[in-house]
């Protein structure tokens, strides 16, 4: 059991160790995906959605697991359950909001190898968290991720007005900005502990 | 089946990884390993070689089983090859030293979600026999090796003014007058180094295409 309160479990998740600034976790959508703010938002909500079910599964097979006396397989079963879990995220999202499937395209499918998600799992597993304690990590580390993505989005945008040297084009300068937001996120640093 | 069938020789396979294609400076995959281990060289070592090893297995035993694996399902029993092996990995570090399992911390388990592997899953380990898929795994597993320690050495230098630390073989670079750049092993570093490396790449790239274009016209 973690003592640690609602508030501060949001916070820490959320802002202080934020899942891409701070965890490196998650880099690879992160880089790819916040030319646009709108596609950012998106798929924040996207990660945010799964991130919850995932967080409950997990609970779930953590219970399983131990009552069973198998912890090696936990690895095993969390990524088998994000797998599952993203196909039926994607099933149910394309069945009641063809819209919604349409816009998010491509990057549903890809949430299942965001190390994000996986690393969620682990977190909550070594943080042990309680269930309620469990859902606030999963809700905090989904804002933080959709903070962080619509951040450097909105700085993209600003950047294609900019005049950037030849050489820096691309991956080069968009590493280096998120070098600088890592850097003002680190001003957190001991919120909330 | 063969090896040798056209296409590019198997040394061209295996040295693919370690420059030409380089997963990490070139194909840009792996990033989060590579951002979050690299603030000391040994750290490096030790998360190159688990990769080189999980990709190495996997990619026998992915190439063996090709044939049996149906294709709907395929992505998802990669996974569970690559989770496999993975635990194994996680289970033996530890044995070796605690000390880098804490310091590598969840990134050892998150090998499972690296996209290096499964890509050369599906790209490679899944279309070709066995000897290849080795070359293969071993020439991108010590071309993501050599990228880490490309991040690490600079990261380590400049942050700490040491090479090796927490090991016996420590070498002070600096002496003890040195203020070490702290920014550099933490976490904006990362972001600053890799970004930096990309940048000189980039820069190397365009003025030999550009000797190229000259050459090509005179």
Known sequence: MNPESLPSVFINACIVNNFVLSMFLGICPFLGVSNKRGTAVRMGIAVTFVMLVCSVCTY????????????????????VVIASAVQLVEMVIKK????????????????????A????????????????QCIVYAVGAGAGYTLALIIMAGMREKLELADVPDVAQGAAITLILAGILSLAFMGFAGLGS | MSV???GPSSWDVLFA???????????LLGACPTLAVTNNVINCFAMGISVLFVLVMSGILISLLRNFIPKQVRIASFIVVIATFVTIVDYVIPTISLDLYDSLGAFIQLIVVNCIILGRAEACASRNGVGRAILDAIGMGVGFTIALLCLGVVREV?????????????ISLFGANFEPWSIMILPPG????????????????????????ATAKA
Do not use: H
Request: hydrophobic share 50%.
């Open chain 1, 96 to 115: 009641y909001s063809p819209a919604l499937f349409r816009a998010l395209g491509i990057f549903l499918p890809l949430i299942t190898t965001n190390c």
């Open chain 2, 4 to 6: 040798e069938k056209k």
């Open chain 1, 117 to 132: 998600i996986l690393a969620l799992a682990m977190f909550q597993t070594q943080k042990e968290y309680n269930f309620i």
């Open chain 2, 158 to 170: 400049l942050g700490n003014g040491t090479l090796l630390m927490n090991t016996p073989y420590e």
């Open chain 2, 190 to 213: 990362g972001f600053f180094v890799l970004g930096m490396e990309l940048l000189v790449i980039n820069w190397f790239r365009k003025r030999k295409e550009a000797r190229a274009l």
């Open chain 1, 60 to 79: 779930g097979i953590n219970i399983v697991l131990d009552s069973v006396g198998a912890p090696y397989l936990k690895l095993i079963c969390y990524i």
């Open chain 2, 17 to 27: 990884g370690f420059w030409r294609e380089n997963p990490v400076f070139v194909m």
